[in-house]
């Protein structure tokens, strides 16, 4: 096995802008690699003959094979391995995905995909795709059933593109969150009405990821159980009083 | 409407020479056609029919924000 060193090839006005600019695209700080000048640049003479500079950032530790120079010339749709990188791959390709769809599909809203701080680990990146706009329920759809496609057919896009399974998140108009909300609501509701009653309380029909929230709210509700019946995309809980 | 269909199947092929859509309309239905290499039936059917079914409700607003119309998508092999 031939050892690959990542490598970066940065041009930048002059040689401290080109480092600083190819340490924040590795995210690396400046031990980490070792730099070697290609060009120095010239200012030229009133602007007449002017170069800019051009180093070659090599990180030092060897778990990193990526070709180099990718990454800065095509910043878009291209999978680079290299660490720092492939997170901000990830997170541009996402965007660029779900904005070609909607675009697509004749929907005309803003697209904003960031890192998931909280979910995400170096070597395992999760992305969050928000979009925001007016009048965007088409995109969300009955029972979210088209926000749940749309968020599919991303994952399935950018996983081909980058090799590997992808953590894209989707939401719209901060759906999830208000959903979340009043499901919780909603749970508790009929978590009490079934007490009450003491007959079996059954919920609409919801996706596995929503019937896990409902789960999840009534977990520490000891005077009842809560399970899932039939089968999708009919499957739902039914909330059982405790005898 | 029927580049969300063109661009999903092209984005999961892995021949896109071979993806062929088309859209023909009868009334109030439109009726998209998909074609793709034997090979890459699967990519855009998936297990259970859920890339397909995925595609139908992306489709079907791209529908309702082009001509309102009803959508009908068939997803077949080259002849």
Redesign the interface.
């Known amino acids: 096995m031939t050892e690959e060193r990542t490598t970066l090839e940065m041009i930048a006005p002059t040689i401290e802008e080109a480092i600083a600019d190819g340490l924040a695209e590795l995210g690396l700080s400046k031990d980490d690699v070792t730099v070697e000048t290609l060009d120095e640049g010239s200012k030229g003479i009133l602007g007449i003959g002017q170069r800019h500079a051009r180093v070659l950032l090599t990180v030092k530790s060897e778990e990193d094979k990526a070709p180099p120079e990718k990454r800065a010339q095509a910043p878009r749709r291209t999978y680079d391995a290299s660490n720092g990188d492939h997170v901000e791959n990830l997170i541009s390709i996402s965007e660029a995905?779900v904005g070609?769809?909607i675009e697509?599909?004749?929907?005309f809203a803003e697209v904003k995909a960031t890192l998931d701080e909280e979910d995400s680990s170096p070597d395992y990146p999760s992305v969050n795709v928000d979009i925001t706009g007016s009048d965007l329920s088409?995109?969300i759809?009955r029972r979210a059933?088209?926000l749940?496609?749309?968020q599919?057919?991303t994952r399935?896009?950018v996983g081909?593109?980058i090799g590997h399974g992808a953590r894209v998140n989707i939401d719209i108009e901060g759906y999830r969150a208000r959903r979340e909300q009043s499901l919780k609501t909603l749970a508790e509701q009929m978590a009490k009405q079934a007490i009450n009653s003491g007959r079996k309380q059954a919920l609409e029909p919801m996706p596995a990821n929503e019937r896990r929230l409902v789960h999840m709210a009534l977990r520490d509700f000891e005077e009842v159980t809560t399970e899932s019946v039939g089968e999708d995309p009919r499957r739902k809980v039914v909330i059982i009083p405790n005898a | 409407?029927q580049?969300?269909i063109e661009?999903?199947a092209r984005?999961?092929v892995d021949d896109p020479t071979q993806v062929r859509v088309s859209q023909r309309r009868q009334g109030s239905t439109s009726n998209v056609r998909l074609e793709v290499a034997k090979q890459d039936m699967g990519r855009v059917i998936g297990r259970g029919g859920?890339?397909a079914?995925?595609?139908r409700?992306?489709l079907?607003?791209?529908a309702?924000?082009?001509n309102n119309s009803r959508v009908r998508l068939d997803i077949v092999e080259p002849e």
Request: glycine share 4%; no cysteine.
């Open positions: 995905t070609e769809l697509k599909m004749g929907v088409v995109l759809g059933e088209t749940e496609a749309l599919y057919i399935l896009i081909k593109e | 409407m580049e969300i661009y999903i984005s999961l859920k890339v079914n995925a595609m409700l992306l079907r607003v791209a309702s924000r082009d």
